[in-house]
């Protein structure tokens, strides 16, 4: 789809520079992938085939506990683009941008755009819903942009019919995947990778501006559709299956697992495996468009000036805890991948291991940048982090979901340092969990009612209440959706 800002912004590459053109400010790169966990070589995985995000990270700064503030698709990403907690931003479920709570806000995009930069997105960038919304505007927001570019390849056009579900006719939301005969060109993300290319291309020969280039893959999101040669690279066989699933939920309270859909528990081990081939097969399929987007970058001469930064909106269960998806707070949908390359910031191959959030972008990329942000912004930068990995920052990352009993919703929160995950379930009613990362990376022993770890609960809890206060606008109240506005009721996937 080609919009009326896709046209006008076109006009504006051939067109005279701006009056605000800076050519000395980097251009900025931002990749983001969609329902990425950290099924990726350079974060240890063993059976990821990721050449091209590993090449990235041995370029810059790897951060090894990158967290997003709310596991779902559009809480997460308008987070991340407001600088704003969800809880500020008003955005707690799908379907709503950020401007139908705090319309005068200015967005990371934006602020770029105010000060002279050109922005492009193409793909998802707010939220899409996938599939049915690939090819369209999704629910985007049109201030943060000047070229909106929205491709849809035969994985939207053609071949829904023919990919397998677990509730037919279901794919978004449900576990799906297809095996395509098309090559890579003829998929949405492979579109989406030759759109950049162009815009690129452009970039480098008008450089008046520097450009704000925001990219949004689809993959590796439901439904799991790539073409064949990725799902070639792993043999079903070879595809692990979690254990011990009843046993892991033997010490946690209902939140923390409720989410588990029927589907999902039932499914056979070949299912099971077919599905983590998927999964994986759609991450070197996305990995090896972003491939083609650097390449370009490197070959146009744009590389030395450019930060590239990326990420995605969430982590991503694959049967861990007997869970599927996201939407937990749990390390598999909390955490996700985050490389920064900043040509003469970044040293090559760093990596920081102080716990770090999604919020954190804003601030960071407008001081590589000398780019004015809003004062209300409520991430730290990552620049000091950026230079030296040693230093510690805020410390944490704190997560946040949303949970219904009944008619009642409410809210459960989780904060991560360094070592421990320390986990609230309404205000600590529902239930507690404690995990030592030092001891227990999958987070398979919840330590909550431990007496021997009441001291560390005490001090986590004061922290973790002290950083839910500062989710919040001066107001303490989240900013109310406008009259007249649509949202969808506060429920579980």
Excluded at 332 to 361: H, M
Aim: net charge negative.
């Amino acid at each position: 789809m080609i919009t009326i800002a896709y046209i006008t912004g076109v006009l504006a590459l051939g067109g005279a520079p701006t009056a605000s053109a800076d050519t000395t400010r980097p251009n900025v790169l931002l990749i983001m992938a969609d329902d990425l966990n950290n099924y990726l070589g350079c974060y240890g995985d063993p059976r990821a085939k990721t050449p091209h995000i590993d090449r990235l990270a041995e370029k810059g700064v790897l951060f090894e506990h990158a967290y997003c503030q709310f596991p779902l698709c559009a809480p997460s990403r308008n987070s991340m683009l407001t600088g704003l907690y969800p809880n500020s931003s008003g955005v707690l479920v799908n379907g709503v941008v950020f401007r139908q709570f705090i319309p005068s806000h200015i967005s990371l995009p934006q602020a770029f755009r105010l000060a002279g930069y050109l922005p492009v997105r193409i793909g998802k960038l707010y939220h899409y819903g996938v599939p049915r919304s690939i090819g369209t505007d999704g629910n985007d927001d049109p201030a943060s942009w000047e070229i909106e570019i929205n491709p849809a390849g035969v994985d939207r056009l053609e071949e829904e019919p023919l990919i397998f579900s677990l509730i037919p006719g279901q794919f978004g939301g449900t576990l799906s995947w297809y095996a395509s005969p098309k090559s890579d060109r003829y998929h949405t993300d492979g579109m989406i990778a030759d759109e950049a290319i162009w815009i690129l291309r452009r970039c480098a020969q008008r450089k008046e501006r520097p450009f704000f280039l925001a990219i949004g893959f689809f993959r590796p999101h439901t439904p799991y559709v790539s073409p064949q040669s990725y799902f070639d690279l792993y043999p079903p066989e070879s595809m692990p299956l979690v254990t011990g699933i009843e046993e892991d939920l033997s010490d946690l309270p209902w939140p923390a697992f409720s989410t588990r859909r029927k589907q999902e528990i039932e499914m056979s081990d070949d299912l099971r495996r077919q599905c983590a081939q998927a999964y994986y097969a759609s991450i070197s399929f996305m990995d090896a468009q972003l491939g083609r987007v650097v390449a370009a970058l490197e070959e146009l001469g744009l590389a030395d000036d450019t930060i590239i930064v990326l990420t995605s909106d969430h982590g991503y269960h694959m049967g861990e805890h007997g869970l599927y998806q996201k939407m937990t707070l749990f390390e598999e949908s909390a955490r996700v991948p985050l490389i920064i390359v900043a040509p003469n910031v970044t040293r090559a191959g760093t990596r920081v291991a102080s716990p770090v959030g999604l919020i954190d972008l804003y601030p960071t990329l407008a001081e590589l940048c000398g780019v004015k942000t809003p004062e209300n912004l409520q991430g730290q930068s990552l620049v000091p982090m950026l230079k030296d990995p040693t230093i510690k920052g805020r410390g944490w990352a704190l997560s946040q979901v949303t949970r219904r009993r009944g008619q009642k919703a409410f809210f459960g929160y989780s904060i991560r340092t360094e070592r421990w995950r320390y986990t609230e379930w309404d205000e600590g009613a529902e239930g507690r969990e404690l995990y030592d990362h030092s001891k227990d990376p999958k987070e398979l022993t919840n330590l909550a009612a431990d007496p021997n770890y009441q001291s560390v609960i005490d001090e986590l809890s004061g922290l973790l209440h002290d950083a839910v206060k500062r989710t919040y606008p001066p107001s303490g109240q989240t900013p109310p959706l406008r009259e007249d506005t649509w949202v969808p009721n506060l429920t579980n996937p």
